[in-house]
C-alpha cells in the first residue's frame, strides 16, 4: 500500500491525476486503510484512465492486482447514465450515495431513528446467544460492561445518537442486567440511573451510553485544538477555517453536530474549550497568531494592526520566536496603534521560553471528571 501510495502521490504532482481541491495549500487524491482503497477525484475521462493506469503498473511491478469485480464507482452530482457508461467501461459495479466505509455509514443522515437500526439490532443479536436468566448477576454485570458496553461505541465515536435510540439501548441493557425477556415484565429492584452511577457515589460504575457518546465526540474538539497536523485535522481546517470558535453550527454535517453539543454545553454553564489549553513546547506545532496559546484569545485578534503587516499567516511559534516579532513584516511599524500594539507583543513575549517537548493540548483542572458526570 506504500508503494501504491507513491504511485498515485507521484502522478498527481505530474499533474495527470486532478483530486480535489478543498484549499490552496490542500487536495485529496487517494485514502489507504490497510487493504481498502478510495480515490477521489474530479470526473473527467482523463480521471478514470489514469486510475486504471496507475493500478496495472502496480499489478505489473508488484504482482499484486486490485479485484476490479469487487471494486465500485460513485458519481457525486454526476448523470446517472455518465456513471454507468464509465461502471460499464472499467467492469466494476455502481456504488450508491449511502455507502459504507471502514464500519460507517457515509452519507446517511445519522440524526434519524432508522439510521441507527443496524447498531440496534447487532445489540438485540448478542442477547440472543445468552440465556440471562441462568447468569448470575455478577456474570450479567460483567458482560453488560465488556460487550453491550462497548458494541455501539464505533459509531458513537463519531456520531450524535438521537436521544430515542440512546433510551433504547440503555432499555435493552436494563433488561439484560435484571434478567428479563424483551417480552416479559419483571420487577426492576434498582433504578437504572443508579447502576451507571459510580461506585464511589453508591453505584456498579456502569457507564452511560449518553455520556459516552458526548464525550467521545468532544475529544475530537480536543483533537482537532492540540493541532497534530492530521489529514482530518487539515480538511476540517479548509472547510470550516481555523479558528474552532467560528465553525458554523447550522450546516447538516457530522463536525456541525460535535459543534453544536460545545455550543449546548456552554449554554448550560459548561465551558468545554475553557477548559482545553495548549501547550507550547518547541512551538513546532503551534501557530503564532492563530492559536490560543497565551492568554484567552488568539493573536491576530489581540494585535489585529500588526497582523495585518505579517506575511505568513500561519507562522510557527518556533520560527516567529528565532527572530525579531517584526522580521516577517512586509513593512516596517509605523507610530500611533501599530506601535503600542508591537510593544505590547514584545513585552508579552518576553516571559515566553520555549522547550525541546512536542507541543500538544491537555485539559486543565478536573474537567474530564465533571464532564462525566455532568452528562
Not at 150 to 171: N, Q, T
Not at 262 to 285: A, E, I, P, T, Y
Request: charge should be positive.
Amino acid at each position: 500500500m506504500k508503494s501504491l501510495h507513491l504511485s498515485f502521490s507521484r502522478v498527481v504532482d505530474a499533474g495527470m491525476f486532478k483530486g480535489i481541491r478543498l484549499s490552496n495549500s490542500l487536495s485529496l487524491s487517494h485514502l489507504f486503510y490497510a487493504d481498502d482503497a478510495l480515490i477521489i477525484g474530479e470526473w473527467s475521462n482523463d480521471n478514470l484512465r489514469s486510475i486504471i493506469n496507475v493500478i496495472k503498473c502496480f499489478h505489473l511491478v508488484s504482482g499484486l492486482q486490485i479485484n476490479i469485480h469487487k471494486s465500485q464507482l460513485l458519481g457525486v452530482g454526476v448523470p446517472r447514465v455518465d456513471v454507468e457508461t464509465a461502471a460499464s467501461s472499467i467492469g466494476c459495479s455502481i456504488m450508491n450515495d449511502q455507502f459504507c466505509y471502514l464500519g460507517v455509514m457515509v452519507g446517511e443522515n445519522m440524526s434519524r431513528h432508522k439510521a441507527w437500526a443496524d447498531v440496534v439490532l447487532k445489540l438485540r443479536s448478542r442477547l440472543s446467544k445468552w440465556k440471562s436468566k441462568t447468569l448470575s448477576i455478577g456474570g450479567r454485570l460483567t458482560l453488560l460492561k465488556s460487550v453491550l458496553g462497548v458494541s455501539p461505541l464505533y459509531c458513537m465515536s463519531i456520531f450524535k445518537a438521537p436521544r430515542g435510540i440512546l433510551k433504547e439501548m440503555e432499555s435493552i441493557r436494563n433488561n439484560f442486567f435484571i434478567g428479563a425477556d424483551s417480552l416479559d415484565k419483571k420487577i426492576t429492584w434498582v433504578a437504572w440511573n443508579n447502576v451507571l452511577a459510580s461506585k464511589k457515589n453508591g453505584g456498579l460504575g456502569v457507564s452511560s451510553f449518553y455520556a459516552l457518546n458526548r464525550a467521545m465526540l468532544l475529544k475530537w474538539v480536543w483533537r482537532f485544538v492540540s493541532e497534530d497536523g492530521s489529514l482530518w485535522s487539515r480538511v476540517i481546517q479548509a472547510v470550516y477555517g481555523s479558528h474552532i470558535g467560528s465553525h458554523s453550527v447550522h450546516m447538516a454535517s457530522t463536525w456541525s453536530s460535535i459543534m453544536r453539543e460545545v455550543q449546548l454545553l456552554k449554554s448550560k454553564g459548561f465551558d468545554f474549550m475553557s477548559l482545553c489549553s495548549k501547550r507550547v513546547g518547541d512551538g513546532s506545532n503551534t501557530r503564532f497568531w492563530l492559536d490560543v496559546w497565551k492568554g484567552d484569545s488568539p493573536f491576530c485578534d489581540v494585535f489585529p494592526r500588526i497582523f495585518a503587516l505579517e506575511q505568513d499567516k500561519q507562522m510557527t511559534v518556533a520560527n516567529k520566536m528565532a527572530a525579531h516579532v517584526s522580521a516577517s513584516f512586509r513593512r516596517p511599524v509605523r507610530g500611533g496603534i501599530e506601535q503600542q500594539q508591537l510593544s505590547d507583543l514584545v513585552t508579552c513575549m518576553d516571559s515566553v521560553s520555549l522547550n525541546s517537548m512536542i507541543g500538544g493540548c491537555s485539559i486543565s483542572g478536573d474537567g474530564s471528571l465533571q464532564l462525566k458526570e455532568n452528562s
